[in-house]
């Protein structure tokens, strides 16, 4: 049985595979505010897709190092060698975040009074 990697960078079919996921992700993106947030956006839905591929793309030229590091030290908090804790820290960000957002949809989303 022939085994094909799906990411190998030298298959030729990896672009399309990286394609694929630019166009989803910015699809999504653009379902989110068009359709769920209710955003008036220029193009509408297609429109909106187009502009976040080109802020993907983007992002992802100019940021995906620094994005990429920060993002394992949250999940593994060094400095240098040292190991600070064994806690992935965006779970429990994750989580935190998750039960605060469920807390205020219990509370029918009221605001505060101050």
């Known amino acids: 049985m022939i085994q094909i990697p799906l990411a190998a960078p ?4 990896t672009i399309l595979v990286d394609i694929l996921f630019f166009f989803l992700a ?3 993106c653009a379902y989110y ?5 209710r955003k008036d956006l220029l193009g509408k839905f297609w429109g909106s897709t187009f502009v976040a591929g080109i802020g ?3 992002v992802f030229a ?3 190092t620094y994005i990429r ?5 949250l999940m593994s908090p060094k400095i240098g060698s040292t190991q600070l804790s064994n806690v992935n820290l965006v779970a429990i960000f994750l ?7 469920i807390m205020n949809r219990i509370n ?3 605001e505060r009074r101050d």
């Open 26 to 28: 910015s699809a999504a």
């Open 10 to 13: 030298s298959e030729p079919w």
């Open 56 to 58: 993907a793309l983007i």
């Open 69 to 73: 590091d920060i993002i394992m030290w």
């Open 95 to 101: 989580g935190g975040f998750i039960a605060l957002y």
């Open 33 to 37: 505010f068009y359709y769920y947030k």
């Open 62 to 64: 100019t940021l995906q």
């Open 108 to 110: 029918h989303n009221k």
